[in-house]
Structures are given as C-alpha cells and as structure tokens.
C-alpha cells in the first residue's frame, strides 16, 4: 500500500513564491514518473509538470518558465518551486506517482491535495 502526501500550500501574494512537496511511502519497489496536476474550482485537472526518473522534465506552457519541478535524491520526493505566482495560479494541487509496489504491481497513485492561493 503506497500513500502520496504533499506540503507547502497556502496563501501567497501575487508575484510571490511557494513551494509544494509530495513524499510517497508504503511498500514501494520504485518509483518511476512523478508529476503535480492542478484543479480549479469549475475546471478540469490539469498536468503542471512532471518529472522522470531519469530526470526529464515537462511542463505546461502557461508555468513554463516560473515553475521548476525536481526530485528528492531517494527519488520516492518531489517539489514543485513556484515564482511569480498569478492569481490564475490558484488551485488544489495534486501530486501524481507511476509507483511499482512490493508486488511488482504498477499503479498511478494520488495525493489527497494541497490547496494554492494567490490573492493580494
């Protein structure tokens, strides 16, 4: 059993910065892709940006140039630093894992969320 939990979110200034974490733990084999989404109220989730094992990266165009996603060096952690926040920026972020467990079963897990909003 493999549970995913993030950190870091709260309210911030437009122009400022957070930073997202998302640890998983459980009976993991490896890790493989790693990745944040995010859900605005009335919207679909949406990829942010995610990150391999071995270290390529991808990221949505509109955070693409604010955002850096990066990996734990035990390599079951991921952070997502966010700059120059935008109000549009406000969402519950959701942390995603490609996981292989114990078992050599392979499933994508979920974080519970972690609530961003940027607001003056």
């Known amino acids: 059993q493999v549970q995913l939990v993030e950190s870091g979110g709260g309210l911030v200034q437009p122009g400022g910065s957070l930073t997202l974490s998302c640890a998983a733990s459980?009976?993991?084999?490896?890790?493989?892709?790693m990745g944040w989404y995010r859900q605005a109220p009335g919207k679909q989730r949406e990829l942010v940006a995610t990150?391999?094992?071995?270290?390529?990266?991808n990221y949505a165009s509109s955070v693409k140039g604010r955002f850096t996603i990066s990996r734990g060096n035990a390599k079951n952690t991921v952070y997502l630093q966010m700059n120059s926040l935008k109000p549009e920026d406000t969402a519950v972020y959701y942390c995603n894992a490609e996981i292989v467990v114990l078992t050599l079963k392979k499933s994508d897990f979920w974080g519970e969320g972690t609530q961003v909003t940027v607001s003056s």
């Open positions: 459980g009976s993991i084999f490896s890790v493989n892709v």
């Open positions: 990150i391999s094992g071995g270290g390529s990266t």
